[in-house]
T-cell receptor, first 119, second 113 residues
Framework: GAVVSQHPSRVICKSGTSVKIECRSL??????MFWYRQFPKQSLMLMAT?????????EQGVEKDKFLINHASLTLSTLTVTSAHPEDSSFYIC???????????????FGDGTRLSIL | KNQVEQSPQSLIILEGKNCTLQ??????????LRWYKQDTGRGPVSLTI?????NTKSNGRYTATLDADTKQSSLHITASQLSDSASYIC????????????FGAGTTVTVRA
């Protein structure tokens, strides 16, 4: 089945550091990838939609200058948390949709998430 | 208000027993409903996906039902195993907006020996 690889799985860093998270579709191409944030015992919250070759679309309330997204190829999207602070600590999950899937009824494929802890 | 509500928030069952999780939604116009299993510290994994015309779908010991009229779905776990301990998330998408998924908060299932 379709596999989405997310790296790193866990990051611990000091406040003020910028952190880059990678999301790769390993055996399929994805023109669209999605970035979510999940706090403990809460739903996944969509942060932004990443489109290959164009600017990402951010959800309301998500700072685009804080969370930089780059989707440089059909298999890779990156999320950079710039000047991270303790309140940015969360579980970040990416997902991708197979380019060859029919329009509906196909599940998005999720990565295993990145646990970000800012000290 | 969340468009997808799940109940119970959590439950504990003994190994070998069955359980049923509920999902009510208000997403409209409805496209499809998916159940995902999310292990702690991992990403969600798809269990089932159902469209408007489908009433039930099974994946091994997992059986999902859908009543599009009442906008309710359930996920039934049969003969639970310790590995079933996870969060189960109901996700609904709307027609013409299939990329945007509405997530429930999940039901945390703990299976004890």
């Amino acid at each position: 089945g379709a596999v989405v690889s997310q790296h790193p799985s866990r990051v611990i860093c000091k406040s003020g550091t910028s952190v880059k998270i990678e999301c790769r579709s390993l055996d399929f191409q994805a023109t669209t990838m999605f970035w979510y944030r999940q706090f403990p015992k809460q739903s996944l919250m969509l942060m932004a939609t990443s489109n290959e070759g164009s600017k990402a679309t951010y959800e309301q309330g998500v700072e685009k200058d804080k969370f930089l997204i780059n989707h440089a190829s059909l298999t890779l999207s990156t999320l950079t948390v710039t000047s991270a602070h303790p309140e940015d600590s969360s579980f970040y999950i990416c997902s991708a949709r197979d380019l060859t899937d029919s329009y509906s009824n196909q599940p998005q494929h999720f990565g295993d998430g990145t646990r970000l802890s800012i000290l | 208000k969340n468009q997808v509500e799940q109940s119970p928030q959590s439950l504990i069952i003994l190994e070998g027993k069955n359980c049923t999780l509920q999902c009510n939604y208000t997403v409209s116009p409805f496209s499809n409903l998916r159940w995902y299993k999310q292990d702690t510290g991992r990403g969600p994994v798809s269990l089932t996906i159902m469209t408007f015309s489908e009433n039930t779908k099974s994946n091994g010991r997992y059986t999902a039902t859908l009543d599009a009229d009442t906008k309710q779905s359930s996920l039934h776990i049969t003969a639970s195993q310790l590995s079933d301990s996870a969060s189960y998330i109901c996700v609904v998408s709307a027609i013409r907006n299939d990329y945007k998924l509405s997530f429930g908060a999940g039901t945390t299932v703990t299976v004890r020996a």
